[in-house]
């Protein structure tokens, strides 16, 4: 289990990864984080054993925030960790490992855009391949699942609807993160969505709470919707009090487990709610639509042909298939279909049946072609040498690479700080250290063969130093909080220090921070920052500080002071009244 603490770690809230055994005994735990506030909202098991989790940072980025993504070992220790964000706040609430074991985080920017559900995808060290922001009503991400045809579906809070403060919102998009459609459900209150799961039948089932139904003032919401997003049914459970679900999954009779919290029902207080809803039965007498991705080429190389089945009722049960009138075998237990006989007619008959029994008309795909006789190499052209300053962009160019019949795919290796690869023929690449680097180029073509060329880059030392801009001159009270921001600052390569000198002999870091002048008079505060390759600069304001017209006496004092009187009057009393008996 994931979350944060601030029981244990570096400082603030620190990232906190829990093991058990089966009975829920603790085996291990570990925190990663900074010496500011570090959280965890999403936690998955990875293809090597090893653990992804996603949140946000306070204490590491290039901003006020930004997203934060810790892979570790079986044993939870780290591997790696990355930030993506720019100079406000970026938060991510939820991850999935991809089918390419990359990574796709999604929660909210404000460094590019207004909000909206922001949608990250990484290659499987964490490096960011491709990034998009669905903005404009759609407010924040919260949940996503990547879907059967390698797409996304992205879910979270809404206020596109003109009938409610916010919705449910539901976003599709392609493998490369183009939109393809969005939806909101909701009524006169405020829905929230926070978890999404793409259902047996194809279409999507999303869990959260809502106040514009139910019994009460938040009530458990599941609504369930076809393959393109129409809705097709929901529920709601819950009390008079507050009920908010946060996870769902599709048991394997084809019901819904959804958990969550309850002020409702319990022991008392809040208490935590799993719920188990029945499969919802619905009449169907429509087979499945099965469809297949064979794009009619000649293949030079053994090749899959997938096919993909839809049915927004009862949901398909089966895909099957044979090959060249071969055996029948099924996408279960077999996988997708593979043609592997060399020719210019093979055959693929495919079919399926749905969750009731409704089988589809068989389909017959014919001369699919196979031509396995090429062995020729192609040639790779990775491009010129070239020269650069540390932290710039490089655009490489491997469009000079040639084959008799096409090149496939192109596979860029870089080594300047850890083995990485990029992929397409005119990658972006930015070097942040200085040195010689070797950058190797891999084109394979359609039947598999391939070979390889280099381009060297030479990286200067970066020696322009970065901008520093501590904000405006500021005129202030004593004893009051004062905010100084050095976001507008900038470099080519990026700051990764602020140092703030208050003027009163007392110091700061951060690119924000906060300082009270517990004294009137005039201070210079100067910000220094620092970029990746050790350059400085520093920016001074003035900050004058006025003094307070404090009263004389406080509430407190006066009251003293009274007290204080009284208690000397009567003494006085007491003394002159024993004196004058004396004298008596």
Known sequence: MAGYTSSFGAGGNDFWLIKTDSAGIVQWNKTYGGANADQAYSLKITA??????????????????????????????????????????????????TSDEGYAIVGLTWSFGDGGFWLVKTNSSGHMQWNYNYGGNFTKGRSLAQTRDGGYALTGYTNSSVTGEY???????????????????????????????????GGYAMAGSTDSFGAGSDDFWIVKTDSTGNMQWNKTSGGMNWDLSYSLIQTKEGGYA?????????????????????????????????????????????????????????GVAETSYRINDGATKNLTFDGQPRITTEGYNNTLEYW????????????????????????????????????VMQGTRITFNGTGSTDNIGIASYTWTFTDVALQTLSGPNPNYTFNNPGNFEITLNVTDYAGN?????TWVRVLLDTVPPTANAGQDQTVNEDTLVYFDGSASSDNLGIVSYEWDFGDQTTGTGMTTTHTYANPGDYDVALTVKDAAGNTATDTI???????????????????????????????????????????
């Open 450 to 454: 391939w070979n390889t060329d280099a």
């Open 48 to 97: 090597d054993g090893g653990y992804a989790l996603a949140g946000f940072t306070y204490s590491y980025g290039a901003g006020f925030s930004d997203s934060l993504l810790v892979k570790t070992d079986a044993s939870g220790n780290m591997q790696w960790n990355r930030t993506y964000g720019g100079a406000s706040l970026d938060e991510a609430y939820s991850l999935v490992q």
């Open 542 to 584: 003035h900050v004058t500080v006025l003094a307070i017209n404090k009263p004389l006496f406080t509430d407190e004092t006066l009251i003293l002071l009274i007290a204080g009187g009284i208690i000397a009057v009567i003494g006085l009393a007491v003394v002159i009244i024993v004196f004058l008996r004396k004298r008596k």
């Open 352 to 387: 399926s049946v749905d969750n009731v029994g409704n089988e589809e008309s068989h389909h017959l795909l014919t001369e699919t072609k196979l031509d396995k006789s090429d062995v020729q190499k192609p040639t790779a052209e990775a491009g010129a040498n070239q020269t």
């Open 258 to 314: 959804v958990t969550g919290s309850t002020y409702s029902f319990g022991a008392g207080g809040c208490d935590f709610w799993l719920l188990k809803f029945a499969p919802t039965r619905v009449e169907d007498s429509t087979p499945p639509v099965t469809v297949h991705d064979y794009d009619n080429l000649t293949h030079y190389q053994e090749f899959t042909i997938t096919l993909t089945a839809t049915d927004d009722l009862s």
């Open 167 to 201: 919705d449910f919102g539901l976003i599709k998009t392609d493998s490369n993160g183009q939109h393809q459609w969005n939806k909101t459900y909701g009524g006169l209150g405020s829905d929230y969505s926070e978890a999404i799961i793409q259902t047996f039948d």
